[in-house]
Every structure is written in structure tokens, then in C-alpha cells.
T-cell receptor
Framework: DQQVKQNSPSLSVQEGRISILNCDYT??????FLWYKKYPAEGPTFLIS?????DKNEDGRFTVFLNKSAKHLSLHIVPSQPGDSAVYFC???????????FGTGTRLTIIP | DAGVIQSPRHEVTEMGQEVTLRCKPI?????LFWYRQTMMRGLELLIY????????DSGMPEDRFSAKMPNASFSTLKIQPSEPRDSAVYFC??????????????FGPGTRLLVL
């Protein structure tokens, strides 16, 4: 049973436009959410996170939105750049738990 | 800092053989995690250690898999005997102490395993 779901395996976006990556979760205990970015032949690297006490967190071109009632979060990248082409993983955990539950990932391709 | 180091980077073996994957966490980190990445299931946590002690191994697929952490700077993941369905990329990650799960995990480059 996949507690964190990324239903879009891939996404292509024109350079300069907005990229929106989506993630759904089923476990209502989750209260902290993260996005990791992965380039080929490298390990995932932390990108941005959000606590359940917030509904938005912004870091430069990256913004994560959390809708707790819908158990849904999204990552917005504006404007999209070629270097953003990577696989993006959504992850979730709850306070006191070091264990992260990851989704299956979305491959983002930015078209120049 | 060198980051998390994993070896080998690639491993090709035949079904039935023993496979050992190695990890050196970031110095000073007291949590170590082993993950497996597949297309179908994404990144799955296999096991994690705190101060060299296994805390949760519920993700280990079966008895063929075992993991050890003999000291703070080294961990192994062993598969014996290996099967073709074990083919995947295996990642090791470490984090620096507990903030209730808020500590960033730093991943190694992974070991790509192919079992023929």
C-alpha cells in the first residue's frame, strides 16, 4: 500500500513556464513533508519541506503548497529552467519518526 | 566533507551469489538509512540505524537481506542468495541527529545492482 503517491510518472514543461508536481498521501499521521530532487547517477538531494502547521513554504523559485483536508501537496517551480530536469520525489513523516515514506517519483523534463 | 560514500557503484552478479554493499556515512551523523529504488515502488526504506543500533528493519524484504553497522563509520547491506528481482539501485543515507524527523537526510550516489 503506497502511503505517498505521485500519480504522474513524467511531466514536460517549456522553459520559463511553471512546473507543478503533485503528491497525495493517505496517512493522516503525517505532519511533515519534503521534496527531494534526483539527477541521473546521483543520490536524491533535499529541496524543500513544509510542516503541517503551514500551507505554503517558499524558497526562491520553489514553492510547496499543502492542503491538509485533501491530503495533497504540490511543488511549483517558477520559472522552470533546463537544470530543473530531474526526478522529483515527495516524502512524508510524522514528528518523532526518523523514517521517511517516499513516493514513486515524477520525471520532470524542461524543454528549451 | 566527502558526503556519503557507497561502494561499489555498479555490481553485476549471477543469481544465487552473495552481494555485499558498503556505506560510509557523513562523519558525526548518528542515523543511517538503507533504501532501494525501483520503478514500481519508488524509494523504499529497508532499514535504519541510530548510533549503530538497528531501529526499524520492517522494510527488509526477506531473510535473504541483512544489514550491519559495526561502527559509526561503516555499514553493510548483504543479499544472500541474490535473485533477479533484487535488481535495483540501493542508496545509503545519513542524518545528523534527531529533530523528530526534521533532519535532512543526505544520500550517497547509490549502488546499481543487476542480478542475472
Amino acid at each position: 500500500d503506497q502511503q505517498v503517491k505521485q500519480n504522474s510518472p513524467s511531466l514536460s514543461v517549456q522553459e520559463g513556464r511553471i512546473s507543478i508536481l503533485n503528491c497525495d498521501y493517505t496517512n493522516s499521521m503525517f505532519d511533515y513533508f519534503l521534496w527531494y530532487k534526483k539527477y541521473p547517477a546521483e543520490g536524491p538531494t533535499f529541496l524543500i519541506s513544509i510542516s503541517s502547521i503551514k500551507d505554503k513554504n517558499e524558497d526562491g523559485r520553489f514553492t510547496v503548497f499543502l492542503n491538509k483536508s485533501a491530503k495533497h501537496l504540490s511543488l511549483h517551480i517558477v520559472p522552470s529552467q533546463p537544470g530543473d530536469s530531474a526526478v522529483y520525489f515527495c516524502a512524508a513523516t510524522h514528528f518523532g519518526n526518523e523514517k521517511l515514506t517516499f513516493g514513486t517519483g515524477t520525471r520532470l523534463t524542461i524543454i528549451p | 566533507d566527502a558526503g556519503v560514500i557507497q561502494s561499489p557503484r555498479h555490481e553485476v552478479t549471477e543469481m544465487g551469489q552473495e552481494v555485499t554493499l558498503r556505506c560510509k556515512p557523513i562523519s558525526g551523523h548518528d542515523y543511517l538509512f538503507w533504501y532501494r529504488q525501483t520503478m514500481m515502488r519508488g524509494l523504499e526504506l529497508l532499514i535504519y540505524f541510530n548510533n549503530n543500533v538497528p531501529i526499524d528493519d520492517s522494510g527488509m524484504p526477506e531473510d535473504r537481506f541483512s544489514a550491519k553497522m559495526p561502527n559509526a563509520s561503516f555499514s553493510t547491506l548483504k543479499i544472500q542468495p541474490s535473485e533477479p528481482r533484487d535488481s535495483a539501485v540501493y542508496f545509503c543515507a545519513s542524518s545528523g541527529g534527531s529533530s523528530g524527523g526534521r533532519e535532512t537526510q543526505y544520500f550517497g550516489p547509490g549502488t546499481r545492482l543487476l542480478v542475472l
